[in-house]
């Protein structure tokens, strides 16, 4: 079908062809990448739960189509804009940063009980992560978020 209408479909160079049938991902496509122009601190999402900004220019490539979006020329824009809610975390200027839990209660979902933010044995639960509400004591994380289990305060 593509001789029957080479027009449409054959290109003259890998350039033109990228940029007909694949500019939604044209970096990738051609093999290049796009000169950064709003600079090169992107969040790095990798880990899942990670609050930092990288710039080691290994900026993922579906941040090179919204770059005025994505990328920001200090560390400090870049934590204001993508982990506004754990930001000192991102600039690392907390204890957050270095992962030492709070030792505060928050709900471990799986086994319907409250378990400590910190690392080691029971009853920590390792660290909260940054959307956990946490509390002050088991049992008002027990009252407050699983009113419903009799065991929460036991397990």
Known sequence: YMLSNHQYFLSNTLEECCKNFYEWNLYSCTGTKPTLTNGDYYPDWSGGSS????NDGEVPDYMLYSQAWYLST???????RHF???INACLGTSPDAVDVGTDKWYVEW????????CVGESPCGGIAESWEQLYSSKDQCC???LPWVNKCRYL
Not at 51 to 54: A, F, K, V
Not at 74 to 80: A, D, G, I, N, V
């Open 143 to 145: 009252d407050k978020r």
């Open 74 to 80: 200090t560390l400090e824009k870049c934590c204001e």
């Open 84 to 86: 506004f809610w754990n």
């Open 110 to 117: 799986k086994t319907s009980t409250c378990v400590q933010d």
């Open 51 to 54: 609050t930092q900004c990288l």
